[in-house]
């Protein structure tokens, strides 16, 4: 640090996301007829956990690909904004044609009793929020309550007849934003390689506002961390998305969010059949 030279002294911390503001966000975008609300449950201390849904209310009979992004640790307010930015776009009339053939879920904050008290990682019970899946399957007993929630309901997501494609973890550290692949079984197959995900994202960013997507090779993730758990559960593609500590500002964050929620557009463009 400089030396500090005045009496108060402010330091800054990600841009900042309290449940309260995402509740006015939350109202501005259910008046949208592609979106809807589900309260998966509550926090520990009462606080509605919200899983928000977009997509064309007329379902393809072909199939929808079906994109889920979530964020764990409740202090990382910039991948909460960048998860804004993905609605943000996805609710504009540029992404009408992804709305056709996508259903894309939202948790933005599945731990919202944090912000309240300043906890980064943990919730009231003093467990980190990533270290919290069970590969097994959703337990109470064993699992933090909001964690319990979120997987309860990923779970029966995964039991519909249109079950989750790609799970995005959404976290921040340093840096520009950072997304981690492990891939499922239409990457290469029914969609293109990886690789051709990497090059969309980086044709879509001008700013440079994400590092190029890499593979998680050697895999060295932990199976209770909400991107490798669903990845040996369910065996879909999961992303863990980091970084953004490095971008300073709300508007910047939400534009690296809808470089992403634009790739994945790209990436995905052909039907689920």
């Given at each position: 640090?400089?030396?500090?030279?005045?009496?108060?002294?402010?330091?800054?911390?990600?841009?900042?996301?309290?449940?309260?503001?995402?509740?006015?966000?939350?109202?501005?975008?259910?008046?949208?007829?592609?979106?809807?609300?589900?309260?998966?449950?509550?926090?520990?201390?009462?606080?509605?956990?919200?899983?928000?849904?977009?997509?064309?209310?007329?379902?393809?009979?072909?199939?929808?690909?079906?994109?889920?992004?979530?964020?764990?640790?409740?202090?990382?307010?910039?991948?909460?904004?960048?998860?804004?930015?993905?609605?943000?776009?996805?609710?504009?009339?540029?992404?009408?044609?992804?709305?056709?053939?996508?259903?894309?879920?939202?948790?933005?904050?599945?731990?919202?009793?944090?912000?309240?008290h300043g906890w980064y990682r943990v919730n009231a019970e003093g467990v980190d929020q990533n270290r919290s899946y069970s590969v097994e399957g959703a337990n109470?007993?064993?699992?933090?309550?909001?964690?319990?929630?979120?997987?309860?309901?990923?779970?029966?997501?995964?039991?519909?007849?249109?079950?989750?494609?790609?799970?995005?973890?959404?976290?921040?550290?340093?840096?520009?934003?950072?997304?981690?692949?492990?891939?499922?079984?239409?990457?290469?197959?029914?969609?293109?390689?990886?690789?051709?995900?990497?090059?969309?994202?980086?044709?879509?960013?001008?700013?440079?506002?994400?590092?190029?997507?890499?593979?998680?090779?050697?895999?060295?993730?932990?199976?209770?961390?909400?991107?490798?758990?669903?990845?040996?559960?369910?065996?879909?593609?999961?992303?863990?998305?980091?970084?953004?500590?490095?971008?300073?500002?709300?508007?910047?964050?939400?534009?690296?969010?809808?470089?992403?929620?634009?790739?994945?557009?790209?990436?995905?463009?052909?039907?689920?059949?």
């Amino acid at each position: 640090f400089p030396v500090f030279r005045q009496d108060r002294v402010v330091v800054g911390h990600q841009v900042p996301m309290s449940p309260a503001r995402l509740a006015e966000l939350t109202d501005v975008w259910r008046k949208h007829a592609c979106v809807t609300i589900t309260e998966i449950g509550r926090s520990l201390e009462g606080r509605p956990i919200q899983r928000l849904t977009i997509t064309d209310p007329v379902p393809s009979p072909a199939g929808r690909w079906v994109h889920y992004f979530k964020n764990e640790h409740p202090g990382e307010h910039n991948a909460q904004w960048r998860m804004a930015g993905m609605i943000d776009w996805l609710l504009s009339e540029e992404a009408a044609a992804c709305r056709k053939h996508a259903v894309s879920h939202f948790v933005v904050m599945s731990c919202p009793d944090g912000p309240a008290h300043g906890w980064y990682r943990v919730n009231a019970e003093g467990v980190d929020q990533n270290r919290s899946y069970s590969v097994e399957g959703a337990n109470a007993e064993e699992q933090p309550h909001e964690q319990y929630l979120c997987q309860k309901d990923l779970e029966e997501l995964m039991a519909s007849p249109e079950p989750v494609t790609d799970l995005w973890t959404m976290h921040t550290w340093q840096g520009n934003v950072e997304a981690i692949v492990h891939p499922g079984p239409e990457m290469g197959t029914a969609v293109g390689p990886w690789q051709e995900l990497r090059d969309i994202i980086t044709s879509n960013d001008p700013r440079g506002l994400i590092r190029p997507l890499h593979n998680r090779v050697p895999n060295n993730a932990e199976p209770c961390m909400w991107d490798e758990g669903p990845h040996r559960q369910f065996g879909i593609t999961t992303f863990l998305c980091e970084g953004a500590g490095g971008i300073y500002t709300q508007e910047a964050n939400m534009a690296s969010g809808a470089v992403l929620m634009k790739s994945l557009g790209a990436y995905y463009r052909g039907l689920r059949c």
